[in-house]
């Protein structure tokens, strides 16, 4: 059983920077594929960002390539998402995941967090 529990929400212009936490309990953490995804008001949650359970290797979406990056802290179980240059639409309530498999549906993944509001006005 893993549990996760993501902070660092909040409100930030457009342009600016926030940096999402989530940290997991559990002896394992290394062994889990975590990832990040968001859900904007009446749309379907959607993949953001993932990586290995060693951090090696890391995936994103197209819609925020190069703006966010994915880390995690396994001493610390501890995984990060660094929003940059954020935008308006990339409001959503962002959550974050822990899973097995290296993928970016959500079904992949077994244990998710509360969630945690990022709002960006324009």
């Known amino acids: 059983q893993v549990q996760l529990v993501e902070s660092g929400g909040g409100l930030v212009q457009a342009g600016g920077s926030l940096t999402l936490s989530c940290a997991a309990s559990g002896r394992t953490f290394s062994t889990y594929v975590m990832a990040w995804f968001r859900q904007a008001p009446g749309k379907d949650r959607e993949f953001v960002a993932s990586?290995?359970?060693?951090?090696?290797?890391?995936y994103y979406a197209v819609s925020v390539k190069g703006r966010f990056t994915i880390s995690r802290d396994n001493a610390k179980n501890t995984v990060r998402l660094h929003m940059n240059s954020l935008k308006p639409e990339d409001t959503a309530v962002y959550y974050c995941?822990?899973?097995?498999?290296?993928?970016?549906?959500?079904?992949?993944?077994?244990?998710w967090g509360q969630g945690t509001q990022v709002t960006v006005s324009s």
């Open positions: 995941a822990a899973g097995r498999v290296y993928t970016t549906t959500l079904g992949g993944y077994e244990y």
């Open positions: 990586i290995s359970g060693s951090g090696g290797s890391t």
